[in-house]
């Protein structure tokens, strides 16, 4: 086993994550790389020291540049706001140093394809941050349909809902101001990662994005509450999704139903680790969707618990992440999703902002 110095830049929610789940991948996954947290940075030196501590990172530091320099940072992790990840990921593979960057990719499409552009020259592993798509029922969901166990897929439909916003006198804050951290930056990326995951490509789309609650106590609201589009994917299937931040009563409502010639996927990810299986086999009487409850027959469950039904969480999820990076750092090869795949996703959220303003369908080549 070899151990490789991680810097983190980002000490908040996802920093914290991240932090946790490279202290804790060797154990679980019994990687060949075990992470040593070399450096953390935060916005300010009091900052950066309280997560230092709290994180157990050897030191800390109020300057990305200074840690993605630093030699004994051997791999970076970028989870700060979309506006810094283009300048971070360019400096560090400018030193051929793989880098994992939180969703989305970059704060606008043309940052997106500058990452691109820079991790191919580099060479080196490349990641972008889709962590939802990985809990074992939906990596079990892509597996059956990847089987063909429900035939040629016709359909699917996809929403991520929350209600964060839903009441009109909740304060403005940052995530009130710009187009990234609006509902379509900042929601629907993981669902429209997990149809392209799914499903594969999208052709074409017809979008229509709206702010519902032009302003809030403390400020005007300059970016989007809820979106939705329809569309058609390269396969040929129909689809149609929606995002919004103002769903009363969803909490996480990352939720897909698939509809395929054989039979149908369903899941919801406020009940993760459970997956809806319907097969158009046997007498008319019994059929119905089967709950499958999550167990070590299922991807990457195992190494967390050898119970059947006792189920993983949200922290499992930035784990398998975190192996995923490590192997793809160890062998060279490339670890879905990739910054091309991240960008992917940005190409099709750019696309749907474009059709709102334009009142008509894009295809997706286009951005």
């Known amino acids: 086993?070899?151990?490789?110095?991680?810097?983190?830049?980002?000490?908040?929610?996802?920093?914290?994550?991240?932090?946790?789940?490279?202290?804790?991948?060797?154990?679980?996954?019994?990687?060949?790389?075990?992470?040593?947290?070399?450096?953390?940075?935060?916005?300010?030196?009091?900052?950066?020291?309280?997560?230092?501590?709290?994180?157990?990172?050897?030191?800390?530091?109020?300057?990305?540049?200074?840690?993605?320099?630093?030699?004994?940072?051997?791999?970076?992790?970028?989870?700060?706001?979309?506006?810094?990840?283009?300048?971070?990921?360019?400096?560090?593979?400018?030193?051929?140093?793989?880098?994992?960057?939180?969703?989305?990719?970059?704060?606008?499409?043309?940052?997106?394809?500058?990452?691109?552009?820079?991790?191919?020259?580099?060479?080196?592993?490349?990641?972008?941050?889709?962590?939802?798509?990985r809990t074992p029922a939906s990596q079990y969901a892509r597996q059956l349909i990847t089987d063909g166990t429900i035939g040629d897929i016709t359909w699917f439909r996809g929403e991520h809902t929350e209600d964060f916003l839903a009441d009109p006198q909740t304060p403005a804050t940052w995530r009130t101001t710009g187009d990234a951290n609006g509902t379509m930056g900042d929601l629907a990326p993981h669902m429209v990662n997990a149809a392209l995951a799914l499903l594969g490509p999208i052709d074409r789309l017809i979008a229509e994005v709206e702010t519902v609650h032009d302003t809030r106590p403390g400020g005007t609201v300059t970016n989007d509450d809820h979106g939705q589009f329809m569309c058609r994917f390269a396969n040929g299937a129909m689809g149609q999704m929606y995002f919004s931040r103002i769903s009363s009563g969803r909490k996480m409502g990352y939720a897909y139903e698939i509809t395929g010639t054989k039979g149908a996927i369903r899941f919801d990810q406020e009940d993760q680790n459970a997956l809806w299986l319907y097969r158009m086999e046997g007498p008319e009487a019994t059929r119905g969707f089967t709950k499958i409850l999550t167990g070590p027959a299922h991807p990457d469950y195992a190494p967390f618990c050898q119970g059947p039904g006792h189920g993983t969480g949200y922290q499992d999820q930035i784990l398998i992440e975190a192996r995923d990076f490590l192997r793809a750092i160890e062998t060279g090869q490339p670890v879905w999703p990739t910054f091309e795949d991240g960008m992917e996703v940005g190409r099709v959220i750019a696309a749907a902002m474009a059709s709102s303003t334009d009142k008509t369908w894009k295809t997706i080549s286009d951005f």
């Open 1 to 133: 086993m070899a151990e490789i110095g991680i810097g983190i830049v980002g000490g908040g929610y996802m920093g914290k994550a991240h932090a946790v789940a490279m202290s804790a991948v060797g154990a679980v996954f019994d990687t060949a790389l075990r992470p040593r947290l070399e450096m953390v940075c935060a916005t300010s030196p009091a900052s950066a020291e309280r997560y230092r501590a709290a994180f157990g990172f050897a030191r800390g530091t109020d300057d990305w540049r200074a840690l993605v320099a630093d030699p004994r940072v051997e791999a970076i992790v970028i989870a700060s706001p979309q506006d810094t990840h283009r300048a971070i990921a360019e400096a560090a593979f400018a030193l051929g140093k793989p880098v994992f960057c939180e969703k989305p990719l970059g704060g606008s499409l043309d940052d997106s394809r500058a990452m691109v552009a820079a991790a191919q020259a580099a060479g080196v592993a490349n990641m972008s941050g889709f962590n939802y798509i």
